[in-house]
């Protein structure tokens, strides 16, 4: 049975760093695309970056230049890092995952499996 397990979620002062870490079991990883979402209350769900086993990424704009996303060697687990943060960056944040490539990464209509999310929470 596939499973995402995400950490690394913590409360954090504006300008500080956190690293988040999305563990996958139950599936094997041959081609794949994973993704980092977000999502704030009252908000809708947004994309932060995706990748996948041939190691293409992509990013949104809110993250672009502050995060990087990456995986293991294993191919098993992948990272989120986040360094300037601020607080609007505070929401949960969710791992998502596919069996296969994808053209568009950050469409979250293309993921099968979700993570139950590891809280981000960023004060001035």
């Known amino acids: 049975q596939v499973q995402l397990v995400e950490s690394g979620g913590d409360s954090v002062q504006a300008g500080g760093s956190l690293r988040l870490s999305c563990v996958g079991s139950g599936y094997t990883f041959d081609t794949y695309s994973m993704a980092w979402f977000r999502q704030a209350p009252g908000k809708e769900r947004e994309p932060v970056a995706g990748i996948d086993s041939a190691g293409s990424t992509s990013y949104a704009d809110i993250g672009k230049g502050r995060f990087t996303i990456s995986q293991a060697g294993a191919k098993s687990t992948i990272y989120l890092q986040m360094n300037s943060l601020k607080p609007e960056d505070t929401a949960m944040y969710y791992c998502?995952?596919?069996?296969?490539?994808?053209?568009?990464?950050?469409?979250?209509?293309?993921?099968?499996?979700w993570g139950r999310g590891t809280q981000v929470t960023v004060s001035s």
């Open positions: 998502a995952a596919l069996e296969g490539y994808t053209s568009d990464q950050l469409g979250s209509y293309n993921y099968n499996y």
